[in-house]
């Protein structure tokens, strides 16, 4: 058994290999070409000298894309005092919306947590898809863990109207107690 240089990648390997193992360049001295025929696909190798160029292309295509995404953050009009522009404040935070109560904390035996709990919709829009997160303290009130759930996601939540939410999880030792906060939501004019 002798060893022979594949012509494409130059690679070292037996030739008795039907293919070069590195860049599958097949040999017509041992596998007998079959003619093409319409049903038998002709499968076409990259050579890998493509693939460098091509990964330096698709790399300034997102760098482009992020920067374009980027721009119109950093490229916001300076208002001054004699501008014409009014000025509209942020709108208020998802919690604004909402009153929340926790109705009860505890864990059981096995070592698992439950936070039952309920919010009120105090606007006067209706909401749907109100996310809960669920803060949890230990006895110096330095936060511990997270969690966080669903209020209402499939129907809405009315002006006035309530709903309830509840947290089922692994407990850890040191969570003492917990703090629940509506932090997004879609309003429903």
């Not at 096995?110 to 009120?120: A, L, T």
Request: aromatic share 10%; glycine share 6%.
């Amino acid at each position: 058994m002798g060893l022979i240089t594949c012509p494409d990648c130059g690679k070292d390997l037996s030739d008795q290999a039907p293919t070069c193992s590195n860049c599958g360049r097949p040999f017509k001295d041992t596998q007998p070409q079959a003619p093409p025929t319409q049903a038998q696909p002709q499968v076409i190798k990259k050579s890998s000298s493509n693939s460098g160029c091509i990964g330096i292309i698709f790399g300034l295509i997102i760098l482009v894309v992020i920067g374009y995404s980027f721009r119109s953050c950093f490229s916001s009009s300076s208002i001054s005092p004699d501008s014409s522009s009014t000025y509209s404040p942020p709108p208020p935070t998802p919690a604004s919306h909402f009153t929340i109560k926790t109705n009860k904390f505890s864990t059981d035996e096995y070592g698992y947590y439950e936070v039952v709990g309920e919010i009120k919709n105090i606007d006067a829009v209706s909401f749907r898809f109100v996310h809960v997160k669920a803060t949890f303290l230990n006895k110096a009130s330095v936060v511990v863990g997270e969690d966080t759930t669903y209020a209402c996601a499939e129907d809405y939540i009315l002006p006035g109207g309530t709903k309830s939410f509840k947290f089922m999880g692994q407990s850890k030792p040191d969570y003492n107690s917990v703090r629940c906060e509506v932090t997004s939501c879609d309003s429903v004019k």
